[in-house]
């Protein structure tokens, strides 16, 4: 008997709609199978850059991401010493050209204050050398300052292990 006698509404999609329908739910799972609770402890960051326009740049667009906190700043590296020491954070985002040190230099001395932190080196000076000098010396990631800033905030989830 047609239409049902239970009271059910019967739609009939073609596949097309079918196809998107699918792609939705899957998106839905995926959204509902996130943990969206604000109770866990943030991702702390310090930032360490010579530049304070690239330190203001990254402490507002980080401010407006949930379950990411920046705990310090920066610019060169004694404050950067003191900093990893005080605010023990999860993450140090280092620039490499700092203006009186090279930021891999300084790399070595965080990692052994701060063996706990995943340091992530940003830099315009995207070159193998640098890469290389970078990862060698313990840096947990590598990225270019133009790369898209969901980048850089997939690269900060996944270090800081959340």
């Keep these: 008997m047609y239409p049902p006698d239970d009271g059910a509404i019967v739609v009939t999609l073609d ?8 792609e939705v739910e899957s998106e839905l799972d995926t959204f509902r199978s996130k943990d969206w609770t604000m109770n866990e402890t943030p991702i702390s960051i310090l930032l360490i850059d010579d530049q304070a326009t690239v330190l203001a740049g990254w402490r507002m667009n980080l401010a ?3 379950g990411l906190q920046v705990v310090g700043e920066a610019v060169d590296s004694a404050d950067a010493l003191k900093q990893v020491q ?3 954070p999860d993450v ?3 620039d490499i050209k700092l203006a009186e040190q090279n930021g891999l230099d300084l790399l070595a001395d965080l990692r052994r ?15 193998a050398a640098n890469r290389e000098r970078a990862l060698d010396g313990g840096a947990f990631a590598f990225l270019s300052k133009q790369a ?8 900060i989830r996944r270090v800081g292990g959340r």
């Design 64 to 66: 407006l991401e949930p």
């Design 92 to 94: 140090i985002l280092l």
């Design 86 to 88: 005080r605010t023990c």
């Design 15 to 22: 596949s097309n709609v079918r196809s998107e329908a699918r």
């Design 148 to 155: 898209p800033f969901d980048t850089l905030l997939e690269t």
């Design 113 to 127: 204050l701060a063996p706990g932190s995943a340091v992530i080196v940003l830099t315009v000076y995207d070159t």
